[in-house]
């Protein structure tokens, strides 16, 4: 009784489809930006496509909202936008786009201070066979 019942375990293992094995996909990668009174600065302003994280210090008198968005205003696969929360004057703020090849502005509603462009090139390599990578 007991052979029968490993048996039996044993049928329900495995099978099924051959899973494909896809490469990790490229790691993010880190900006920092500064909203001064005038005008926002990136580093760096030029990066390979994937997963970019934006980390903003708001040095300017006011709260500012940021939005890092691709320039194209009618592209045929549609824009990237993404913005941060509310950032306090002296304090700091994140936000995180998957962004793909093209030109990107970064800005904030205040039209007084310019914005900052961010070119973003083809995809990084991708992060199979690295270590210690989140």
Known sequence: ML???GTAGLAGCGGGEARENVDRPAPPVTLTAAIHDDLVRVSPSSIGAGT???VV???SAKAQKVTFETDEVAGRTGGRRASSPT????GT???TIDAREGAYEVHVGDRAIRGARVFVGPPRASGQNRVLLP
């Open 3 to 5: 052979a029968l019942a």
């Open 87 to 90: 950032i306090a004057p002296s």
């Open 93 to 95: 703020g994140r936000l």
């Open 57 to 59: 210090s708001n040095q």
């Open 52 to 54: 970019i994280v934006l």
